[in-house]
Structure formats: structure tokens, C-alpha cells
């Protein structure tokens, strides 16, 4: 009977979304209803409110839900989602101060006399844009109103050009920083412990014993470790476009023109370039160098893109102007020499015996005049166009859907839970011949048809929780969670470009021309989304391209992200590697003696640490 009202549940929510009510009271509003039919009828034909359920009653799952809700908020495990907001303000920053505008007119004019360079200039700049915004709305409606134009002035086939833009656009989906990425990574943390406890419910029934060997648990993710394996197949995604237009301008040079530069490729075009290019290249590396080298964890990384956007956006509304680059030299000149400090003196004021306290008073010093220049700009965004007001409320509005349909999400997949879904789906995968690999195609396959009706979010949030946990349980299963993530990462990508609902396609034709049709842009994605699928396959064939980056980020390695006690670490990396200097061959020579004494009957797989 439970069944049922599963059943109910997923008409319900299927109705209230095709009738355009909005996300965030859909998703709880099917769960609480469906929950609140089953506890009625349960108590009046059964004379119990829990008959109806699969486990428990309504009272659990209904508190199970506000439960989720309030640990999006309360458990310091999910501190992640912090960073969400700090990404949504660098992206609308850098669009609303016309720097990917800037980026757009220049690379254009430096790859425009290609055949087909204009499309690859969108191309790189969408990378470039993906990489310090990850706004898909605001890169493709950008490059909408810039580039889009200039290609069809220009004689591309309007289909292409429309193709470029979405696709391009849609690359802040995978390239890191990315708010799906972060909402993946959130969700895989839960779905690894829940993996883990499916794990040990099985190992307990086959072996009798309660302790499950370390070995055979399922590795948690965080958004660092997303960003880290979701880089390299981002760039393979960019790799794939430029080749497909280059490819496709020689095949059909009328499709995609080349375009003379009217200018002069002189020492003043390269400065200029150079002036247009390095502080977004500055910014990325901000971002992702800092959690790269193990300098900031994800949500203090957000912090620097939100800062070094609005320095940037300071100096770009005062373009111009003599004093339009002040506050960011300011800025510039007073972390050199507070970074020279902190590498070569004891800045710690609470080390009496080792401090420096002039050092500090220096430091002090220039921190403050960094502040000043923090602060300039932010004065300037604010005072200019009323840039830094329009940022904050479109900010608190995209932020705040976020987070809504988060929370109702969660209330979901209790309601889905509740009546056994999760043991329908899982026993449904498991039935399949195959073993994890037709799991995983299959579930692959289901979230790309998904992706033609629901937004990523929605997909990210009620169907990771449900799948992910089955297909990271499974004993045949040797993936790890980043991969996964990462794999669902680009296969929602295509949610963006896929008809009816895709939201690029909707983007670019609030802001296209009317001579591009809305068959020109489903035309145009095609493709694309083609090449998509292929990234996919390629990426699952080398999981090395996501594994590579996280795999060589261990505890005591120069890279690796700051624990949650960054003192603790620095200690055990000190001790450690004093006892490897001073007893290095007392070590060694332990080693060697342990490989004389090594049984001969040892697995194999045993002897690959000698």
C-alpha cells in the first residue's frame, strides 16, 4: 500500500511543477501532503497512522524532514554551502562591471582572423568567465548581448553562433568554482555515510562480524576535492568546442568567416590584451591556487573571488581616470610585504617568548592600508551606476532560491524514504545483469532525460541523494565519490542546452535578435550537447582525469587543503618529519629487514608497499 502513496507522491510533485508552481513549495508540499493522505487513511481504514509506511510513522519523517532543514544551517559538517553566495556575488559582480565584456571585444579581435577564431574567442572566454564566475545565466546572457551580435554581423550561421554561446555559457556548470559542484559535493557527504551503513548492514549479514575493515568503506567528497577532479574534464569539455568550430569553419568557411582585425597587432594591442586578461587570470588563480596550495579551504576562496572581483570592478567603473587603479596598487603593494613577514618572522602575539613585535606593528601597518584599498573599492562599486547594491540583491535573491530548494528537497527525500522508494530503486538497479557498471549507465541515462524537463538543482538535490548511496554501496563498485560527482557534474550540463526547458536556451533568447529563432538555438545546441556526451564517456574511460588532482592531495603534502585544525596539522607535520630526518636509517634499515622476513605465500597485492 505504501507503494501507493509513493506514487501519489511522485503525481503530485510531477503536477505541481508542470503547472509552473514554484520549485521551492512543490517539492515539500508533495511530501507533507502525500505524508499527511497516508498518516488520514492509515489511521482510518487501519486504525494506525504508520500502517501505510514503510518504516516508522508520519511523526518521523515529518520530523526527519525539518531535521534536514535544520542541519543545512546547524551541522558544522555542511559549512560548505557557505561559499554558495560568495561565488553567486563574484560571478554578478564581474558581469554587471563589464569586465566579461572587455574580455569579450579583445579576444575577439586577437582570434577573430582564423577561420572560425570568433566562435573559439567566445569559446575561451566562456572558460575563462566559467572559471571565476560559475553563473551560467549571467556568462550566456553577457555573451548574448555582446558576442552573439557581433558574430551574426559578421555572416556565422546563426545557428552556430547560438550553439557557441549556450554551450560556452554553460561551462561555469563544470569548470570549478561551480555552485552545482558545491551542491554535489554536500550531497555526497551524506550519501557516502549512508553508502557506509548499507556497507556494514551487508559485511554484518554475510560475516557475522559488527567491524567493517577500513578498506572496504566508501570514501567521503568535499567541494575542494570537486573542484580538484572536475578541472581537467572541464578543460577537456573547452578542447572539444574549439576543435568542433575549427573543424566545422574549414568543412564550411561560410558557416564561420574569419574576421579582419582593422587595427594593428602593435605594442599597444598588446598591452591592451595584457591589461584585459591577466587580472581575470589573477582571480582564477586566487581562487583555485589557493585551494590548489593548500592555502584557503573552499568557503575562504569564495571570500578572496568576492573581494578581487569587486577590486577589479573598482578600477573597470573607473576606467579612464587617473586614480582608477589606486585602490588595487594599494592593495597589491601591502600583501607583498605582508606575506615577506609572515614567511620570516613569529607574527603570533600570544608566542611572548618568540614574537616579533615589530614585525607585528609592520604588519599591522599594512594591513590596514589593504583594508583602505578593500574598502575604496567596494566605495566605488557602491557609489558608481549603484553597481554594489544591484550585485547584493540579485545575490540575496539567487541565493536565497538556492537554499530553498535545498530545504525542500530535503523534506522530499524524506517523504520518498518514507514509503519505501529507496528500496524500490535500489532493489530495481540490483536486479539489473551487469552488475554496477549497467547501474551506473542507466542511472546516467535517467538523469540526462531528466535534465530535458528539471533544473539542475532539482536533479542535484532529489535524485543524488536517492542514487548515489545504492551506486557507491554496491560491492562491485571500485569508484570513488569524487568521480561519481564529477560524472553527474557534466551530465547536467546538458540540462542547461537540452529542449524544451533547457535554461541557456531560454537565456539567450530573452536577449538574441529576432531574426534568431528559437529552432536556430535547438539547432545549434545539437551538437553540443553531442560533444557533451562524449566528454561524459571520455571522462568515465580515464577516471584518471578526475582522480589525478585529489589523489596527490594528502595530509602532509604541500597541497593539501587546511584541516579543520590547521595548528594540529603543522605540529604532526613538524614531529613527523623530524623523526624522518633524525631517523632515517634506522627506518630504512626496518624496511629492508621486514622485506627479508616477508612470508613467500603473501598475496601479491600485499607486496606492492616494498
Not at 233 to 247: D, E, K
Not at 356 to 379: C, E, V
Not at 583 to 607: F, Y
Amino acid at each position: 500500500m505504501e507503494h501507493l502513496f509513493l506514487a501519489l507522491l511522485v503525481i503530485i510533485m510531477i503536477g505541481a511543477l508542470a503547472s509552473g508552481f514554484p520549485v521551492a513549495f512543490a517539492l515539500p508540499g508533495s511530501a507533507i501532503i502525500s505524508i499527511g493522505l497516508a498518516a488520514f487513511f492509515g489511521y482510518l481504514f487501519a486504525g494506525d497512522s504508520s500502517a501505510y509506511f514503510a518504516v516508522d510513522g508520519p511523526k518521523e519523517w515529518l520530523t526527519a524532514g525539518i531535521t534536514n532543514f535544520r542541519s543545512n544551517y546547524w551541522d558544522v559538517e555542511t559549512d560548505t554551502l557557505i561559499a554558495i553566495p560568495l561565488f553567486i556575488f563574484m560571478g554578478i559582480m564581474l558581469q554587471k562591471s563589464k569586465i566579461a565584456e572587455d574580455l569579450l571585444v579583445t579576444m575577439g579581435q586577437l582570434f577573430g582572423p582564423i577561420p572560425g577564431g570568433l566562435g573559439i574567442s567566445v569559446i575561451f572566454v566562456g572558460a575563462l568567465l566559467a572559471a571565476t564566475t560559475g553563473i551560467v545565466g549571467a556568462t550566456v546572457i553577457a555573451m548574448g548581448l555582446i558576442s552573439l551580435p557581433t558574430m551574426l554581423n559578421n555572416k556565422y550561421d546563426k545557428s552556430l553562433a547560438s550553439g557557441i554561446v549556450c554551450s560556452s555559457g554553460t561551462l561555469g556548470q563544470i569548470i570549478p568554482p561551480s555552485i552545482v559542484l558545491i551542491i554535489i559535493a554536500d550531497q555526497l557527504a551524506s550519501a557516502a555515510d549512508v553508502a557506509n551503513t548499507m556497507r556494514q548492514t551487508d559485511y554484518k549479514i554475510l560475516t557475522g562480524e559488527f567491524n567493517m575493515p577500513g578498506e572496504f568503506r566508501v570514501g567521503s567528497t568535499s567541494a575542494g576535492d570537486m573542484f580538484l577532479g572536475a578541472l581537467l574534464p572541464g578543460l577537456v569539455l573547452v578542447g572539444l568546442y574549439m576543435i568542433y568550430v575549427f573543424v566545422y569553419a574549414r568543412l564550411n568557411p561560410k558557416a564561420a568567416p574569419p574576421v579582419p582585425f582593422k587595427g594593428n597587432f602593435d605594442s599597444k594591442f598588446w598591452i591592451k590584451v595584457l591589461i584585459v586578461i591577466i587580472p581575470p587570470l589573477a582571480l582564477i588563480f586566487a581562487v583555485l591556487g589557493s585551494i590548489l596550495l593548500g592555502i584557503a579551504t573552499v568557503n575562504q576562496a569564495g571570500s578572496i573571488g568576492a573581494i578581487g572581483a569587486t577590486m577589479m570592478a573598482g578600477y573597470r567603473l573607473h576606467k579612464g581616470k587617473k586614480d582608477a587603479y589606486y585602490p588595487i596598487i594599494i592593495a597589491i603593494l601591502s600583501v607583498i610585504p605582508i606575506y615577506f613577514l609572515s614567511k620570516n618572522y613569529n607574527l603570533n602575539i600570544k608566542a611572548v617568548e618568540t614574537r616579533d613585535l615589530t614585525a607585528i606593528f609592520i604588519t599591522g601597518f599594512f594591513t590596514i592600508t589593504f583594508l583602505i584599498g578593500i574598502i575604496w573599492s567596494f566605495w566605488r562599486a557602491y557609489k558608481i551606476e549603484n553597481v554594489l547594491r544591484e550585485v547584493v540583491t540579485e545575490t540575496c535573491v539567487t541565493t536565497s532560491m538556492v537554499f530553498i530548494i535545498l530545504l525542500g528537497a530535503a523534506m522530499l527525500t524524506s517523504g520518498f524514504r518514507a514509503f519505501g522508494g529507496e528500496e524500490l530503486v535500489r532493489d530495481f538497479l540490483q536486479d539489473l545483469p551487469g552488475g554496477f557498471w549497467t547501474q551506473f549507465i542507466v542511472v546516467m541515462a535517467v538523469i540526462f532525460l531528466l535534465g530535458f524537463f528539471l533544473d539542475f538543482i532539482e536533479i542535484a538535490v532529489v535524485v543524488v541523494p536517492i542514487i548515489a548511496p545504492i551506486l557507491l554501496a554496491e560491492p562491485g563498485a571500485n569508484v570513488s565519490a569524487i568521480w561519481l560527482g564529477v560524472m553527474i557534474g557534466v551530465n547536467l550540463q546538458t540540462s542547461f542546452l537540452t529542449p524544451p526547458f533547457g535554461f541557456a536556451l531560454f537565456y539567450l533568447k530573452g536577449v538574441a535578435s529576432k531574426l534568431v529563432t528559437t529552432l536556430n538555438i535547438w539547432k545549434g545546441v545539437v551538437p553540443f550537447i553531442i560533444l557533451q556526451l562524449i566528454g561524459l564517456g571520455i571522462v568515465g574511460f580515464y577516471p584518471s582525469l578526475v582522480n589525478y588532482l585529489p589523489a596527490r592531495t594528502y595530509l602532509t603534502s604541500n597541497v593539501a587543503p587546511p584541516p579543520m585544525n590547521p595548528k594540529l596539522q603543522y605540529c604532526l607535520q613538524e614531529y613527523k618529519f623530524a623523526i624522518y630526518n633524525t631517523e632515517e636509517q634506522r627506518i630504512t634499515n626496518a624496511i629492508k629487514d621486514m622485506q627479508k622476513l616477508t612470508p613467500a605465500d603473501l598475496p601479491i597485492d600485499k607486496l606492492d608497499i616494498f
